[in-house]
């Protein structure tokens, strides 16, 4: 059984003040029916850390470098992010695809490297306006997933997240039959690649102007797992909304 999980991205947003949203949100979910996780700010991993070290909140980086260590300035390795006390890291997600010219391949040597540190990766993979409306989605998604994943991995080390890239902050939420058509198409490719045992175990997350106000009926979608949580995650109050939504739906 596939445990659920609630996960925020706040991107570039949040200074020391905002982990006072985290603490309440910790008190508001002591002993959670899902997993939740968040994803800071690189300057906020440890003291996010340290803030729910009494609970099982989570800690995620928001990228990685492919490399352990080198000459590479801004930049923030697997084994860096690790020892900063973060668990897992997002990959690929369309501002780092858009905004830094990221290649599935790139994605692909990242989550090795994540891997090999120990960490779990939350890969992501979406469509734009143009491509879904072109009808070439899923031919789309299929290459993301054939360039982005390693040829090994585990549903307790890796989770898939599709946000379709118009739908990110816009407001814009594509209809529960494509998120679900998505979702299946998602799930039967990796059954194909990697077997019933690991497809059947991994977690597929649905991200893109998520709120509490349509979480219900996004989580009711076959092979919808949980989100992955833009905006909605830097106020504990909307996500503390959506949290429930995922714990109805279990």
Known sequence: MRRKLAAGNWKMNGLSA????VEAL???HPTPGVDILIAPPATLITPMVVTASA???AVA???CHAAQNGAHTGDISADML???????VILGHSERREDHNESDDDVRVKARAALAAGLKVVICIGETLEEREAANTLDILA???AGSLP???TGENTVIAYEPIWAIGTGKVPTLGQIGEVHDFIRTKLETRYGEGVARSMRLLYG???KPSNASDIFAVSNVDGALVGGASLKAEDFSGIIKALEDAV
């Open 26 to 28: 910790c008190a508001a």
């Open 61 to 63: 980086g928001q990228d």
């Open 151 to 153: 040829d090994v991995l």
């Open 208 to 210: 893109g102007s998520v």
């Open 18 to 21: 905002q982990l006072a949203e």
């Open 82 to 88: 690790k020892d900063a006390g973060a668990s897992h």
């Open 143 to 145: 290459g993301q997933l």
């Open 55 to 57: 609970h099982p909140l």
